[in-house]
């Protein structure tokens, strides 16, 4: 095997991709910034009890994992930064007002998670703490939506789901409660006989309810349709007033089309109330995904109400217009004290110079040298190329 070849779904990124992605991520965290997130750098590995506190079970199955040479324990290579930062803010911060934060960095996966989806997404996200109120949730799906318009998606489907619908149906019938995991299951792939199988045991209004939320999908008129299909139990009325305040809300966002699907429960273990994907042309994958997950800080010894969302720079950044080369001024090579004072000018107020080594003049391949440094009448200007 030849010793450049790479893992599967493991690959470089090159200068113009590059570009695009750190320019990205500037423009995104001082756009967190605006709103008043402040930015932490979880390790990117940690004891592997740590890392999947509070996560669920595909968590584990993503995550590679290590002996550590110097205690012996099992580490693990983070596959997802949220609880890192949920522990950050139980432990490290322990604030007790409401707390903002962001994050950005690599994160491994031991599969991808999508159709020609990266097994190394470099992940970005944001995350309230302190905050029990729909407010919260609020913030986060603008603050996500309006990350991917400054990516320059101009339309975006953002689909909406609760835990909530699905916990309040089963909560007072046994046997659906023992069957939790599968009907989360059976929901999420949409599994009608696989769901009358396996409630012909339970409660009639279950069994009804349950079989009712795989067609519970659409615009804003499904949350009419659930409040006369479902139980009228205050769990799903809360769930279902919440996500009406939230679809109100984002269709302010120009570009943003809303619909509902109660049955689509991806994360389900792992969140505690409203849950959102968001799509644009191009990917198959949800390129934003994000909810409420108030319990996993009781993992950590401090429950804290807590929101947030993430994102693959990767992913997005392959959507994005090719990067425009910079414009840039050639200089020469040389010792003149002159000449390194007017390039550190230069560089200084912002311009790219690049200075040419002999025999090397024209090899500007990421850049666009429409200028250079001429020596006239004893002094160094900029000259146009043209």
């Known amino acids: 095997m030849p010793n450049w070849l790479l893992p599967e779904n493991i690959a470089d990124v090159l200068p113009s991709e590059a570009r695009k992605i750190e320019e990205l991520r500037r423009r995104l965290l001082d756009n967190f910034r605006l709103y008043g997130y402040e930015m932490v750098m979880p390790p990117l590995l940690e004891y592997l009890e740590s890392l999947l506190t509070g996560a669920g079970q595909d968590t584990d199955l993503r995550t590679f994992k290590l002996v550590d040479q110097l205690s012996g324990r099992t580490l693990g290579v983070r596959a997802d930064m949220t609880t890192q930062v949920a522990r ?11 707390t903002r934060l962001c994050y950005a960095g690599s994160v491994l996966h031991t599969r991808p998670t999508g159709l020609h989806a990266t097994r190394e997404p470099i992940q970005i996200g944001a995350e309230i703490y302190g905050h029990a109120g729909l407010e919260a949730d609020a913030e986060i799906q603008e603050l996500a939506l309006n990350s991917l318009a400054l990516a320059g998606m101009r339309t975006i489907r953002l689909d909406l789901c609760h835990v909530g619908v699905l916990r309040a149906i089963i909560a007072n019938d046994a046997a659906a409660k023992r069957d939790e995991a599968q009907l989360f299951a059976l929901l999420q792939a949409k599994d009608v006989p696989g769901l009358q ?3 012909a045991t339970y409660q009639e209004g279950t069994r009804a309810a349950l079989l009712a939320l795989p067609n519970l999908y659409g615009d804003i008129s499904v949350i009419a349709r659930a409040r006369i299909t479902l139980p009228a139990l205050p769990g799903i009325a809360q769930a279902l007033d919440e996500l009406q ?12 089309a809303v619909t509902i699907d109660l049955a689509d429960l991806r994360g389900y273990h792992y969140h505690s109330g409203v849950m959102f994907s968001a799509y644009v042309p191009g990917l198959p994958n949800a390129v934003v995904r994000g909810g409420r997950y108030d319990h996993v800080g009781e993992a950590f010894g401090r429950a ?5 969302f993430s994102l693959d720079l990767r992913e997005l950044a392959r959507l994005m217009p090719g990067a425009e080369r910079k414009r840039a001024i050639l200089a020469p090579w040389g010792r003149d004290a002159g000449l390194r004072e007017k390039i550190a000018q230069l560089r200084q107020a912002g311009e790219i110079v690049i200075q040419s080594l002999p025999g090397h003049e024209h090899d500007q391949d990421e850049f666009d040298c429409d200028r250079a440094l001429d020596f006239s009448n004893g002094n160094w200007i900029i000259k146009n190329l043209g």
């Open 304 to 308: 804290r109400p807590a929101t947030g």
């Open 88 to 98: 950050i803010d139980a432990h490290l911060l322990n604030r007790a007002s409401v």
């Open 197 to 199: 199988e396996i409630t």
């Open 245 to 256: 305040a939230l679809v109100e809300l984002a269709a302010g966002h120009e570009g943003a």
